[in-house]
DNA sequence: CAGTATCCACACCGATACTG
DNA sequence: CAGTATCGGTGTGGATACTG
């Protein structure tokens, strides 16, 4: 939503780099791993090996990964214990949190559209 | 919504089977073409050739193959012309638009932690 | 002009082995 | 326990050529 008063010049400089900003977001977000993870914290913190049995079907290295990328955007947090063995522990951040927010929106179109959607594909496929 | 009156479980199949939906059409419309076309014909009619130079890089391949999955998912009408040369134009259905809704949802949240990411990105790669 | 088919380079992801 | 490195099968996307 753009509440745009009646002003001179818009930023556009502002909102391309926004968008753009969105699009590499979003493709590093967009995938079913990230948002499952996402979805598995929640306002919980988790280890990894707890996280890893709440995420079912994912791999060691895909979890690694997509951690590391939701640490880098600064959506989750990595608590280091240095005890032995390592305790390891994942958070969201406030930020996180927020994102975790506008993808139950797209959910909540996902919800109302259902009905839709599956009508249109039966529609298309036929 | 839908009314099941069940003992104490409400509708976990329903819940589950939009969750798996939702993740279904996330991973199709969550890659940077699709965003940029959805974006690109906003509520604007537009053939084709003036979407291909509207969304700027897509090939030829990713423009029909995304265009044919929005069609599919009932996001996109594609109305043909029946002449010579072909006339082919695309818009966003009601749906379609709602989801932009939701898109846009999306870059008010990267718009509003733009300086949080930055700042993490530039922390982490350091 | 719009769409389909084919080829090929490259990224992705899982499995596995190894380190602190 | 948590993390890194490596290898190989699979899928994705771009360039090109061809059809109606």
Redesign the pocket.
């Known amino acids: 939503m753009v509440t745009k008063q009646f002003t001179g010049s818009p930023d556009e400089a502002d909102i391309r780099r926004a968008d753009s900003l969105a699009r590499e977001i979003f493709?590093d977000v967009a995938?079913?791993?990230a948002l499952l993870i996402i979805e598995a914290l929640g306002e919980r913190t988790l280890?990894?090996?707890?996280?890893?049995k709440e995420v079912d079907?994912?791999?060691?290295?895909?979890?690694?990964?997509?951690?590391?990328m939701l640490e880098r955007n600064g959506l989750a947090d990595?608590r280091?214990h240095p005890t032995?063995?390592?305790?390891?522990?994942?958070r969201l951040t406030e930020a996180g949190r927020a994102l975790r927010e506008t993808v139950h929106t797209m959910c909540d179109w996902t919800h109302r559209y259902l009905g839709h959607i599956e009508a249109s594909r039966g529609r298309f496929d036929a």
């Open positions: 493709s995938n079913k791993w280890r990894f090996g707890e996280l890893r079907g994912i791999s060691h290295k895909m979890l690694t990964q997509n951690l590391r990595r280091v032995v063995p390592p305790r390891v522990e994942y």
